[in-house]
């Protein structure tokens, strides 16, 4: 069933068949005729004054033929299908409708199930094949993740102000909650919206509209696509689910953010088949440390790029008996970023729903979450390298022990 009102325009000169498919289409909610006419030349008047989806177009009219009209419509207009309607039901007809441009052939008399179906896939076809150009020539979003190995560590707060910096610096920008369970974002921006990641995957238009319908807007100017209301919700969200909504995102966004749970399970494996950079969080405490070196392991087991994996320090203490040169050693990567230890202003954020990059610009939270921005340098207009195809199946051969 179509979730988009189709347009439809009736060229043919008989009169009883314009009568015959407006009845036939007098129930379809889903389909309007926006007009009728009886020869090529109106239709081609018509068809550029309404633009209409689809044009039910007879192969022999006066003035100017179907077919001609089909080709001059092909070259001028490509974006209007057109459905040839003739008596003709040989071989030929067909080949010599789809040379002109024609989408598919009714052949007369035809059932209203016909009828229906015909306009309807050849509507779906266009915006199936609109959607693939799309993907392909647009430039995709850049895709930071965010990911700990133990709740605490200030994962979600981070991604919060990421997303609210970049957002206030005009980047369009979208932070989705993917802790499915106990997800944090609308708390932390003191939001308690009806709509989230479960109500777009419920509802039948999984399409791009259906995605803005399910989007929050911030102040900031930051789109957010939260997670369920409930945490029974989540185990309805699956993988494929996750997947979908990434692909109707990514050409309409200039950055991504992603808040995970501290778990891998195979909604996990599909955003970080995604990712562009990961963003592991952890902080001084050993248990934080040694969970994160066996999370870098699981990376290391995989084709996953090295260099898209960024360690960023929180809640950074000075004189606590760890070295940041000591954990680097024992770690085997780089510290990307620290971020200061200050309590505070962190729980002031916290505690009245606003950003610390909002409330408190000048603080020192603040003022790392933009060295963070500013460190990461993208090329917004390059295509972003895709991940190994095989990242995705070495996890989950790793972590599940899925057979080769």
């Known amino acids: 069933m179509l979730s988009q009102r189709v347009t439809v325009l009736i060229a043919d000169d008989m009169v009883e068949l314009r009568s015959n498919v407006r009845r036939m289409l007098a129930n379809q909610g889903n389909i309007e005729i926006v007009g009728e006419c009886s020869d090529g030349e109106e239709a081609l008047k ?3 004054e309404l633009s209409p989806h689809v044009i039910l177009m007879d192969i022999n009219m006066p003035k100017l033929d179907g077919l001609k009209a089909t080709e001059i419509l092909a070259k001028e207009r490509p974006e209007i299908q057109v459905v040839i309607m003739s008596i ?3 071989q030929e007809y067909f080949r010599r409708a789809m040379k002109a441009g024609g989408k598919d052939y009714l052949v007369k008399p035809f059932s209203a199930s016909e009828l ?3 306009i309807q896939n ?5 915006v199936k094949d609109r959607l693939e150009l799309e993907k392909a020539t647009s430039p995709k979003a850049f895709v930071f993740t965010f990911f700990s190995t133990k709740g605490g560590v200030g994962k979600t707060t981070l991604a919060v102000n990421l997303a609210v910096n970049l957002a206030m610096k005009g980047k369009k920008t979208l932070l989705i909650d993917c802790s499915l369970q106990f997800g944090d974002v609308a708390c932390t921006l003191n939001l308690a919206p009806v709509k989230n990641l479960y109500t777009l995957i419920k509802k039948e238009d999984m399409d791009y509209q259906g995605l803005e319908r399910s ?10 696509l939260l997670a369920p209301a409930e945490p029974a919700f989540a185990e309805e969200i699956k993988a494929q689910n996750v997947k979908q909504v990434l692909e109707l995102a990514l050409p309409r966004y200039q950055f991504i953010i992603i808040d995970t749970p501290p778990h ?3 909604v996990e494996l599909a955003i970080l088949d995604q990712t562009d950079l990961v963003l592991l969080t952890a902080t001084l405490e050993i248990s934080s440390l040694k969970n994160t070196k066996l999370v870098l392991k699981t990376f290391s087991d995989i084709t996953f790029e090295k260099e898209k994996l960024k ?3 929180n809640k950074e203490i000075q004189n606590v008996g760890i070295d940041c040169k000591d954990i680097e050693a024992g770690l085997a990567i780089p510290i990307f970023a620290t971020i200061p230890m200050d ?4 729980q002031r954020s916290l505690n009245q729903g606003e950003p610390f990059v909002v409330k408190f610009p000048e603080s020192a939270l603040s003022n790392a979450i933009e060295k963070i921005v500013s460190q990461v340098s993208v090329d917004e207009k390059d295509p972003k390298k895709a991940i190994d195809d095989s990242v995705l199946f070495k996890l989950r051969r790793i972590l599940f022990g899925a057979k080769t």
Do not use: R
């Open 46 to 48: 018509i068809a550029k």
């Open 88 to 90: 003709q039901s040989e």
């Open 116 to 118: 229906i179906d015909t």
């Open 122 to 126: 050849v509507f779906n076809k266009w």
């Open 215 to 224: 989007i929050t807007q911030h102040s900031s100017g930051l789109h957010l």
């Open 264 to 266: 891998i399970g195979e």
């Open 311 to 313: 360690l960023i320090l």
């Open 343 to 346: 309590s505070e202003t962190a």
